[in-house]
């Protein structure tokens, strides 16, 4: 099972646990995945400088093995009084029924890019990825002086090729199957959304460097296609955000474990940005609002609060609830248990 | 490479061209396939029982191998003289553009499915495959009476298990990346669109009859993908698309060929019935009317002299280019070669 991004991951099996920010992606759950001889991710797009060194220091003490640490990409966006205004006031019907503070306070949108890259580096990270963009060349440079393999995230062959130019060691080929916000970052308005089968093939025709299969993959079943493909390895999220190790709220997983394929949808409304979850009433309730979403990381901070007490309240209808159209293959089995379970399928499949 | 399904086909590999209707396949298309060991299938959703009838005799003028001839289920539609006559208003300024009639008279929205099977009947076909739904059980049972095979189509794992319980033989899984109609027949107004990655093992899991996974899958790395999900087979449209054989007009041909992985999209402006294609000026145009199309079949007998007009004056932007997110990996090789370069390059996957 050992390809050439294995060798240069220092990783046994070529599966990483994807980076599944907001929560999911505990110390533990990085760990354990790495100890299994893949590779953890950490999602810290969302992480303070801090929170993303104390996060290393826990990984660290729990793994010996390669981790890596996946950012956002910013990009720049504009600030209206009025839309803002608007969107809190339709925003503040759900904080009623939640029993929150009407038109709470925002002090920021969003952390310092610059900050939580000055973290990763200090920390000694043996990989970081990115979603969103590309990185500026002296962040990638910085990285790689360091030794940190970095790698990028793509959702067409153009973004592949633009994040290959830009001094990439690997990209992750984001399927439109995969949960969780979209890359796309070249065609954020109308995103194409390819999927993973027609996705990887294409990709790996027009750039040199490996490419990491996501969106759909959720055993060894699909990591063994992927492979067949010809992807380097894969990146697997929903797989294990019902594992005893995720970070996911507990009526989050009891969602997964029960949501069919159909029932998850790519919407703008948690943050401003697509991304792909279970149909909640939030989702389907906001869909009036279509057209008067600020963009990211407008919507983002204006809707954490109501996120948050829906939490609270163990009431998964206001919650964002990210998740990929692989779902109904979710499991209850230790993050270990998914890894070698995985590595055995695949083997087993492509021995036979 | 032979599956329990390639055995209750009686072909010699899991390869099965697509039924594209409206023109791409040709009795030479269906046989060459036929004959170098795939099944050729013929796209009859919209010929008359003659048409199919003529077809049917050709095709075995050429070929002593089983094909397949596909229908569409019909749905009951109603027609709204109102609806209809606002359409024609929008449409007449195409139609003017190209030079035609305005408010053309329409006979006929659709052929007789009745006549259809019927014709399939006489005409003694190996194999029927359905898109769109599931026939009435006396359709499947006289089928099966002599001896035809007899697929389903679905896009969803609830689909599937209504199409085994109806009887069907095997299911074709339409993953979200595949060109021309989608068969959803379960949640046609608000489609989750399950790439195939994700789509195929959920499917399997679920239900008893061979699958045969769709959309997307272009050459032996997808074919090998695809057994490695668990398919018996695959299906595959795009990838004959520009082929010799094909008879896809010469324009639509050179649009497949130099099209991208990110230039199609799901639209229901042609035939009132979401479908993939390369995004052409009508297309987006028509976007301005969403919301106003009538329903599959009559929006397609309303845009039908309008597709004739460009096509014969080899004009794309208002003809229906219908093609999977693979596109990018289209070839002129001849039908026969991409079959047998298909298997050789997933054997060498599976055997490696």
């Known amino acids: 099972m050992q390809t050439p991004l294995t060798h240069k ?20 759950l990085i760990a354990a995945v790495s100890n299994a001889g893949g590779l953890g991710n950490l999602g810290a797009g969302y992480l303070t400088p801090e929170q993303i060194d104390q996060a290393i220091r826990e990984i660290k003490e729990r793994t010996a093995h390669p981790f890596g640490v996946n950012l956002f990409v910013p990009e720049p966006f504009t600030e209206s009084v009025d ?21 709470p306070e925002i002090t920021k949108y969003a952390e310092s890019f610059e900050e939580q890259i000055q973290a990763v580096l200090d920390g000694g990270v043996p990989v970081c990825s990115f979603t969103f963009g590309i990185p500026g060349a002296s962040v990638i440079e910085a990285l790689k002086q360091r030794g940190t393999v970095v790698i990028g995230t ?22 439109s199957e995969a949960g969780g ?15 993973t089968m027609a996705l990887v093939p294409q990709m790996i025709d027009q750039v040199s460097l490996p490419v990491i299969a996501a969106g759909g993959i959720m055993d060894g079943r699909g990591l063994a296609a992927s492979l067949a493909l010809g992807a380097s390895a894969v990146q697997m999220g929903t797989a294990f955000l019902a594992c005893p190790e ?8 009891q969602k997964v474990l029960t949501a069919h394929e159909e029932e998850t949808s790519v919407t703008p409304v948690y943050s401003g940005k697509a991304a792909r979850g279970i149909v909640t009433a939030f989702m389907k309730d906001m869909n009036q609002y279509a057209g008067e979403i600020p963009p990211y990381p407008i919507q983002n901070a204006l809707t954490r609060d109501i996120r948050q007490a829906a939490a609270k309240a163990n009431n998964p209808e206001y919650m964002s609830l990210w998740a990929g159209q692989g779902v109904r293959l979710a499991t209850t089995r230790s993050a270990a248990d998914i890894v070698r379970h995985t590595v055995d399928q695949a083997m087993s499949i ?3």
Chains 1, 2 share one sequence.
């Open 246 to 253: 995720s970070g996911a709220h507990p009526v989050y997983k």
């Open 154 to 175: 793509a959702t067409t062959v153009e973004e592949a090729i633009r994040l290959e130019a830009a001094g990439m060691d690997a990209i992750v080929a984001q399927g």
């Open 350 to 352: 492509l021995n036979r």
């Open 83 to 103: 839309e803002i205004r608007q969107m809190n006031n339709s925003l503040n019907s759900y904080r009623a029924r939640l029993g929150i503070a009407q038109d």
């Open 9 to 28: 991951l220092q990783i046994r099996y070529p599966i990483l646990q994807a980076p599944m920010a907001g929560g999911p992606t505990t110390p533990e």
């Open 181 to 195: 916000h979209r890359g796309a970052f070249l065609n954020r308005q109308d995103e194409p959304l390819i999927g």
